[in-house]
C-alpha cells in the first residue's frame, strides 16, 4: 500500500521558491510514476509534473523552466522544486502516484497550501 503526505508549502512572497516534498509510508514506489497536482477553490484540479520510473519527466506549460521535479534520495520520497514563484502559483498542490505511466493516479497525498502574494 502507497501512503502519501505532502509537505512544504508556505507562505512566500512573488519570486521567491519552495521546496514540496511527497513522502511514502508505504510500499516503496521507486519504480512508479510520480506526480504533483495543484487545485483552487471552484476550478478543476490541474496536472504540473510527472516523472516516471525511467526518470522521464512531463510539465505543465505554465511551469516549466520554473519547476523541477525529482526523486528523493531514498526509494519513498519525491520532490518539487518551485522558482520564481508568482500568485497564480497560490494553491494546494497534491502529490500523487501510480504503479505504471499508463495507470491512472491511484496514490493521492492529502496536500500542502502554497500561498505566494505579491
Known amino acids: 500500500q502507497v501512503q502519501l503526505v505532502a509537505s512544504g508549502g508556505g507562505l512566500v512572497q512573488a519570486g521567491a521558491s519552495l521546496r514540496l516534498s511527497c513522502a511514502n509510508s508505504?510500499?516503496?514506489?521507486?519504480?512508479?510514476?510520480m506526480g504533483w497536482f495543484r487545485q483552487v477553490p471552484g476550478k478543476d484540479r490541474e496536472f504540473v509534473a510527472e516523472?516516471?520510473?525511467?526518470?522521464?519527466?512531463n510539465y505543465a506549460d505554465f511551469v516549466r523552466g520554473r519547476f523541477t521535479i525529482t526523486r528523493g534520495t531514498t526509494e519513498s520520497t519525491g520532490h518539487l522544486e518551485m522558482k520564481k514563484l508568482n500568485a497564480e502559483d497560490t494553491a494546494v498542490y497534491l502529490c500523487?502516484?501510480?504503479?505504471?505511466?499508463?495507470?491512472?493516479?491511484?496514490?493521492w497525498g492529502q496536500g500542502t497550501q502554497v500561498t505566494v502574494f505579491s
Open positions: 500523487a502516484a501510480k504503479p505504471t505511466p499508463f495507470d491512472a493516479w491511484m496514490y
Open positions: 508505504g510500499h516503496p514506489f521507486s519504480t512508479y510514476a
Open positions: 516523472i516516471i520510473g525511467t526518470g522521464r519527466t
